[in-house]
């Protein structure tokens, strides 16, 4: 077998140097011809979950095993190469070094307070439990670097959210395909799209999937003789399927997702009897702008700047109306109520907190101003009414308690008080689903009766119970992480049991 040996032209488009070139793998052939493959172990997904699936499955099996990364488009990483590079962790080195007091119990109860009670407990815990673990694998095996600084997100009680150096999820995507290209029983297939499952004759089992080459239109059986993980990605992107699961997500709200995060894998696995569950709860995030297209610049200010050290106020009132620091439900719908765009509003010391350090680079969506009232003339907001709420803000800041929203300061939080003011204006998009195929602690996908289908496992978004009615933010990436080693681990230890047909 060629080891790996694919196109990862991909999304390594921000690199200094140039792709690797592209080399033809046996599997890759024969998808394109519509020749039958046999593998070990298919992954359906080249995200954060899929790779994650890839790489533990390939230290559990043989050099001459083979397991097989499909992906329908061109590049490799899907949503996650457009993730933030932010991991929620309990217990962290980082923390402890910043004598940050958290536990398993307190993550908990935050992700069930967002999720309305909704998380199924027992993969709320378990992936919490394997925070830890998860970022120092990242550190150790994969190589992947992140910030000194622990960052508190909304919705979480105390800081405990890691970034990358880049705070962008190429920079975990990256080592991920370099550790994959290193693996001799990998192979990576592009422009390979997911079909459907192939059950065995009995129909309670998944013994493979059926794929289309892009280019060539040939349809391949690939039959697996462990399993498949399922780790295609949330349905952020399909409009009708969404608008199904939820009328109010219809083709007149843009999403942050890339096209492709599509339900084909999912309506597949309804077919054969999947266990749906929350489909219909589909997130908003509060931080984007209806001044870019898709996730664009602006979450990466508000996340590290606007919303922990700044205000999100109405700009036809110029008040605050929300606690920055919010679940992204409380944020999204409380700005949706207003019916137009609310402004988020940080000085020149709070912006320093940007994950995206070049400010510049953020413009023209992200605006420097040289006084408030220059900001106020932009945004067409009344000067004494925003110098007011300004100052109850700071008096806020001054005696470390927001009394009017209960938005919780960090140490080092300090007035907005210092030229330039930066301004940002914000409207929710779609981003994430939080909704199906019911899991269990092993990754394995249950059926309607709540047992699991032999064969079949799935991790990351396509995956439902774990948030909920609401994800707090740098869950996502601790979820894919989780339970894609999970999912490969238990495909790559299964049984085999299926024989593989003549041709």
């Known amino acids: 077998m060629t080891p790996f040996k694919c196109l990862l032209p991909v999304l390594l488009a ?78 962290s080195e980082a923390q402890q070094l910043a004598n940050i007091e958290d536990s398993v119990e307190l993550m908990m109860e935050d992700m069930l307070k967002a999720g309305v009670d909704l998380n199924h407990p027992h993969l709320l815990r378990k992936m919490i439990e394997e925070s830890n673990n998860v970022v120092k694998w990242t550190e150790q095996e994969l190589g992947i670097e992140y910030r000194e600084r ?55 089992r998944v013994q493979g999937i059926r794929v289309k080459n892009a280019k060539k239109g040939d349809e391949t059986e690939i039959l697996c003789k462990r399993g498949v993980v399922a780790a295609s990605g949330g349905f952020s992107a399909d409009v009708p399927f969404r608008s199904i699961q939820n009328p109010s997500f219809d083709e007149k709200v843009m999403s942050t997702n890339q096209p492709g995060a599509t339900a ?19 997130q908003l995030g509060p931080w984007t702008s209806p001044d870019e297209h898709g996730f664009g610049k602006a979450p990466f200010f508000c996340l590290g700047a606007g919303f922990p050290y700044g205000i999100i106020v109405d700009p036809e009132t110029s008040k605050r109306f929300v606690n920055e620091l919010g679940n992204r439900f409380e944020r999204s719908m409380s700005i949706l109520k207003m019916g137009h765009p609310a402004v988020c509003i940080v000085d020149a010391e709070g912006a320093q907190h940007s994950l995206k350090p070049d400010l510049e680079e953020l413009e023209p969506t992200v605006k420097p101003f040289q006084s408030l009232e220059e900001l106020c003339e932009h945004y067409g907001m009344s000067p004494q009414v925003l110098a007011q709420t300004v100052k109850d803000y700071n008096d806020g800041v001054a005696t470390g308690k927001d009394e009017e929203f209960g938005k919780p300061f960090r140490d080092d939080i300090k007035p907005i008080e210092t030229a330039p003011f930066y301004g940002v204006r914000l409207w929710p998009k779609v981003h994430h689903t939080m909704g199906g195929l019911q899991i269990d602690e092993n990754a394995s996908v249950l059926n309607l009766d709540g047992n699991p289908i032999e064969g079949l496992y799935a991790a990351g978004e396509v995956a439902g119970g774990i948030h909920g009615g609401d994800r707090l933010g740098s869950c996502a990436t601790l979820d894919c992480l989780a339970f894609g080693r999970v999912a490969g681990r238990k495909a790559a230890c299964a049984t085999p049991s299926i024989v593989v047909p003549p041709e």
């Open 14 to 91: 921000t690199s200094s140097h140039p792709p690797p070139p592209k080399l033809h793998s046996v599997s890759e052939v024969a998808v394109s011809t519509g020749s039958r493959v046999v593998c070990d172990v298919a992954v359906v997904g080249s995200g954060f979950a899929g790779l994650s699936a890839a790489i533990e499955a390939s230290s559990q099996l043989p050099d001459n095993a083979k397991i097989l990364i499909v992906e329908k488009n061109h590049v490799v990483g899907g949503n996650s190469v457009m993730n933030a590079g932010q991991i929620a962790c309990v217990g």
């Open 150 to 204: 622990v960052t508190q997100m909304g919705g979480h009680s105390v800081p405990r959210t890691l970034s990358t150096l880049n705070a962008s999820g190429n920079d975990i995507v990256r080592p991920m395909l370099s550790a994959v290209q290193g693996k001799t029983n990998v192979e990576l297939l592009l422009d390979t799209s997911f079909q459907s499952f192939i059950m065995n004759d009995r129909g309670d």
């Open 264 to 282: 084909e894998v999912l309506k597949e696995a309804l077919r054969i009897g999947a266990m749906p569950v929350q489909l219909s709860r589909i």
